[in-house]
């Protein structure tokens, strides 16, 4: 039974959406967290940042690891992710194998993709997004998906898949860790995408349509992100 307060938003992987950005032009420059996509990722494919890949890198280092209960939707300790994020900042990646805590390094991924200055799924394809999921017939449907994944950004498109990839091999360990695609989903839904902070929206229909986005996402990954480049070839 959730209330609704900034501790729980915060134990669903997401920040409350008032302070999210809140005095982010005030704030000074970091060199990895709350910058922009590109700013961070390498200039050669794949285009994924190193802090993400190291992060992933460490929680799949072992089976332990991947059948940890609640993983990703469990909280990990404030202060640990923000000093992961302070060592990060001094580009001491050695910090994220240093963890002992799994759920600081899920932590710290979560707050890498929050506190980006414009989401994964950037703010302009918000709508076209959510219209997306009411698309019926399915195979309409995985069209536009498709469509709007090949439309991003090299670095979005890139890490997207590259992290997807790595919540599909987090649910293999569903019987263990509880994590379905579903509870991801409710996790990274907000995570991954959100509103233009000028457009006004309602907070709670959004988050479920933000879910289902990324439930979509993972369910049909293979169709939407595999057939890529065979679609583009006929």
């Known amino acids: 039974q959730y209330q609704s307060s900034n501790t729980d938003l915060e134990s669903l992987g997401r920040t409350p959406p008032v302070s999210r950005h809140a005095n982010r032009n005030q704030q000074k420059e970091e060199p990895v967290f709350g910058r922009k996509l590109e700013e961070v990722c390498p200039a050669a494919s794949p285009r994924v ?14 089976e332990e ?16 992710v923000q000093k992961i994020r302070l060592e990060v900042d001094q580009n001491n990646l050695s910090v994220i194998e240093n963890s002992t805590d799994i759920h600081v390094l899920t932590g710290s991924l979560k707050l890498f993709f929050r506190e980006l ?55 293999q360990f569903s019987e263990r860790n509880r994590m379905h695609t579903a509870n991801l989903a409710i996790v990274f839904g907000p995570t991954l ?13 959004d988050c479920i349509q933000q879910n ?10 293979k169709d939407i992100f595999e057939d890529n480049k065979a679609k583009k070839k006929t």
């Not at 190193?50 to 460490?58: D, G, K, S, T, Y």
């Not at 509103?195 to 907070?203: F, L, M």
């Open 49 to 62: 940042p190193e802090f993400v890949v190291a992060c992933v890198r460490e929680i799949e280092s072992n």
């Open 65 to 80: 690891n991947m059948c940890t209960d609640g993983l990703y939707r469990a909280s990990g300790n404030l202060s640990q």
């Open 117 to 171: 200055k414009e989401p994964l799924i950037p703010c302009s394809m918000f709508d076209r997004v959510l219209a997306a999921c009411s698309i019926k017939p399915r195979e309409s449907k995985i069209k536009e998906f498709r469509d709007i994944v090949h439309s991003l950004p090299q670095c979005n498109r890139e890490t997207l898949k590259f992290l997807l990839e790595h919540l599909l091999r987090v649910t």
């Open 193 to 205: 995408l959100w509103a233009p902070a000028e457009q006004a929206h309602n907070i709670a229909i």
């Open 212 to 221: 289902h986005v990324v439930e979509i996402l993972l369910n049909e990954f």
